[in-house]
């Protein structure tokens, strides 16, 4: 193998199960010539050189693929620099099909993103951003959003913005001269002339010739530059239709003036105004594009930048980016919480509106989770840091933000594939339009005006645009209102479910067990019955035993010492307390265990049982002392919640593995008809196809523990609550930062607003080139003034994505 040719790689492989696997590929990858691999088991990693010039990367993977082995794909964020309009953005994209090992590659002109998915070891990150770089356009890979990131993107941002300011300024001066004499350009007795762009001269031609060049070639340089860029990668963007018609009316006006030309008119000012205009408008679409990425500058500015933390005994304020994990550190009244943490000691209340939307502090006391960002109302706090960086909730909606603003809906697709092939049409219509108005006016000038206008007055910009900046919009809105949508697609999707699958326990219920009922014996008194149940209880833990314990300290009952302990596995507990035989379960298991129970005080049991309760019995020395009744309440808000959810014709269906009778007891309270009960985890995902079968999608899945995650996987549209389990939430396409279900109703509603938003964007684009192309094709538009439209159009469509501000939960 030469060393010229050797090339490492180190990838990784899925579906080994064995160390003998790792063996087979080593054997099938060194039978290709020149190649020399090396597979470790433990890490399921590739090493290997390969001579590229006898085998590709590409040949390995299939190798590996026909074995029944995988290169698991990644995925890496782009920030991607030189785009002028969306056809660039289409261009990029067909750069990236075209690079061998790219699977799939979108990118966002609004975000100036693009999100790559491809198989490493046959290419990786800098390959990717080379070929970007060859077509003209910059590419570097998106770091972890902080403090220190966002300040160099702004300060990237103000950098540019002051040149293309200096720019504008030195533009205007030069065109103003120019544009000045366009105000005798209408000679009202004879419009259509003036229309067509005839008009006196007030300065000698040479000194237009003077005025105009510089605008030409120096401040739109750019516009040539990115031009070539664009039909060197194969691909034609609007800078192409900018250099293409301003060049033709500048030339146009050279040839004119250096020969002198008699009866022919010269357009210098139509070129240099056009350019001017251009850049005005892309100032203010820069202005404008900003605010709809000011949700994560907003979160970024919530996080404390020092902390108070106890070091050797005292306290210490330090950077709050130096805490660890462990640090135990202090909140006074008036301070934000630094990293997320446990509360140690002290009580207060939080305010956590920036994480959930909720207006209402949230009570804090030892034991209570704390989250990054959120204010302390009163007293002092004492915690211990638990999450740092980008560990912490508020990193994580950073991220989620961010991703979801890079995203793309479905919709945006067909929008792509439109911009995409725009330019060649729009040229190929000017090109129609100089030969025919030509040939019918016999005027080679008119023809010129015409078609220059076509040029300039299409605009693929506001078609780019429409989409990805009502959905940068509405993911900030969502982010502020405790929502995190974490892709586009879901948006789009949210709005058309017709039917909502709801986990109970932890979604519909508070998802603790309480104890609810006391229905102690004629000859027992309440407290007593707790102190029998706590005492056969203490140290298990067991949801009920939990319950019980907890309702035991609230009455302030204490536990007394069991004797002869000894646990019935599926049916309770016994034990002798203070010399008497006690026992602890379910009422049937009591009853085999042949303890007395009054007439009256089973009938009690048994219709607290008809309710979805969970009831067990406590018996001492052979007769029924009582019996606990324990149940998982219903949210406060669930009930509105559902109500809401079928306002908007939403059909709610609970899912759970509880029995019959609990269900039953939850869905009614719920307000809620159809229910399944009784579903092991396994079958959830099964009850969410069969549903989305029987009404041809659209089903939502609201779930919050690990259990759900394979429903919220199948569903539609999965909404994780953002108390519940990890996975849970890494399964959901949207996380309802507080536990609320009325957060759902909610999310469709933004959906909603936000595909509004869409629709209006892409109606005032498309309906803006269609009237715009036929109106310049007849000569009914002067280039200026196709000009100052192009430029507006962009501005219209992102100023009303930036309307869905006003948005606002119901």
């Known amino acids: 193998m030469s060393q010229a040719a050797a090339t490492t790689l180190n990838f990784p492989v899925r579906g080994m199960t064995c160390a003998a696997c790792a063996t087979t590929i080593e054997k099938l990858l060194n039978k290709h010539p020149g190649v020399k691999a090396t597979v470790n088991f433990a890490s399921e990693r590739v090493q290997l050189q390969y001579d590229r010039t006898q085998v590709q990367p590409q040949a390995l993977v299939e190798t590996l693929d026909k074995a029944g082995f ?15 309009c969306a056809a660039c953005a289409a261009g ?68 540019a913005w002051r040149r ?18 366009m105000f005798t350009m209408f000679d009202f007795a004879d419009l259509g002339h003036a229309l067509g762009g005839h008009h006196a001269e007030l300065l000698p031609r040479w000194l237009q010739l003077v005025l105009a060049t510089p605008v030409q070639f120096w401040i739109g340089a750019r516009f040539y530059k990115a031009a070539f860029k664009s039909l060197r990668s194969g691909t034609a963007n609007m800078d192409v239709l900018v250099a293409l018609g301003t060049s033709m009316a500048y030339l146009y006006s050279v040839v004119v003036t250096v020969l002198d030309l008699p009866g022919q008119h010269v357009y210098f000012e ?29 979160l970024l500015n919530l996080k404390p930048k020092t902390a108070k933390v106890e070091r050797d005994g005292k306290l210490v304020e330090v950077d709050a980016g130096s805490l660890v994990v462990g640090d135990v550190f202090v909140v006074a009244a008036g301070e934000s919480v630094p990293v997320d943490g446990e509360v140690l000691s002290g009580t207060s209340s939080v305010d956590e509106a920036m994480l959930s939307g909720e207006s209402m502090p949230v009570n804090k006391e030892p034991g209570s989770r704390l989250f990054a960002a959120t204010v302390n109302q009163y ?58 108005t030509w040939l019918v006016t016999g005027s080679f000038s008119v023809a010129l005006v015409h078609a220059v206008a076509v040029l300039v007055i299409a605009c693929p910009c506001s078609l780019g645009l429409a989409t990805p900046t009502a959905i940068m919009v509405g993911t900030g809105m969502g982010a502020r209102a405790g929502i995190l949508i974490r892709n586009a697609e879901v948006l789009e999707r949210a709005r058309a479910l017709k039917t909502l699958v709801v986990d109970k326990t932890g979604t519909l219920t508070e998802g603790r067990p309480q104890v609810t009922d006391l229905l102690p014996s004629a000859e027992t008194e309440r407290d007593a019955l707790l102190r029998l149940a706590a005492s056969l209880e203490a ?18 009952v204490q536990a007394a010492g069991v004797t002869d302990f000894e646990t019935i596995p599926g049916k309770g507990v016994r034990g002798v307390i203070d010399g008497r035989p006690a026992v602890l379960g379910s009422p049937a298991w009591l009853a085999a265990e042949q303890a007395r129970t009054s007439t009256a005080l089973e009938a009690r049991a048994q219709a607290v049982q008809a309710q979805g309760k969970t009831v067990v019995g406590v018996a001492v020395d052979g007769a029924t002392a009582g019996f606990i009744a ?56 099964d009850e969410v196809k069969r549903l989305q079968q029987a009404q041809g999608g659209h089903v939502g899945m609201v779930g919050d523990g690990i259990n759900d995650a394979p429903a919220l996987a199948a569903a539609d549209v999965s909404l994780a609550i953002g108390a519940g389990s990890d996975i849970a939430i890494e399964a959901a396409d949207v996380v309802l930062v507080k536990g609320d ?26 309906f803006y080139n269609v009237l715009g192309i036929p109106l310049a094709a007849f000569g009914l538009l002067n280039p200026v003034i196709a000009g100052a439209a192009m430029a507006m159009s962009s501005i219209s469509v992102v100023s009303n994505s930036l309307l869905l501000n006003r948005w606002r939960p119901k």
């Open 630 to 685: 324990i149940a998982d309440q219903l949210r406060d808000t669930s009930r509105e919640a559902v109500r809401r959810l079928q306002a908007m014709g939403v059909d709610v269906v609970m899912m759970t593995g509880d029995n019959r009778h609990t269900a039953e007891a939850i869905a009614r309270q719920a307000g809620i008809v159809r229910y399944f009960a009784e579903v092991l985890p396994q079958h959830k995902a």
């Open 164 to 181: 293309q300011v200096w720019m504008f300024v030195a533009s205007v001066v030069l065109t103003l001269p120019l544009f000045a004499q």
């Open 741 to 766: 279900l009325r957060h759902v109703a909610t999310a469709i509603d933004l959906s909603s607003a936000t595909l509004r938003k869409i629709r209006q964007n892409l109606f005032f684009a498309f």
């Open 70 to 84: 995988s290169v698991p794909p990644e995925t890496v964020a782009l920030e991607i620099t030189g785009m002028s």
């Open 270 to 298: 139509a070129s240099a105004s056009i350019i001017t205009l251009i850049l005005l408008g892309r100032l203010l679409e820069a202005r404008a594009k900003r605010k709809t990425s000011s949700a994560i500058r907003a």
């Open 379 to 436: 007293g002092m706090l004492r915690a211990r840091a638990t999450g740092i960086g980008a560990d912490t909730m508020l990193a994580q909606i950073i991220r989620m933000v961010d991703e979801a603003q890079g995203s793309k809906a479905p919709i945006q697709h067909l929008v792509d594939r439109i911009a995409g092939i725009f330019v060649p049409v729009v040229v190929a219509i000017a090109a129609l339009t100089l030969a025919i």
């Open 92 to 159: 990029i994209e067909g750069v990236l099909a075209k690079t061998p090992g790219v699977i799939a590659g979108n990118v966002n002109f609004a975000s100036a993103k693009a999100r790559v998915e491809y198989t490493p070891g046959v290419v990786d990150v800098a390959q990717i951003v080379e070929r970007i770089g060859k077509a003209g356009f910059g590419a570097s890979e998106v770091r972890e959003i902080g403090e220190a990131e966002m300040a160099a993107r702004e300060a990237g941002e103000r950098a």
């Open 539 to 556: 140290g298990s833990e067991h949801p009920l035993a939990r319950a019980i314990m907890q309702a035991a300290e609230a009455a302030g």
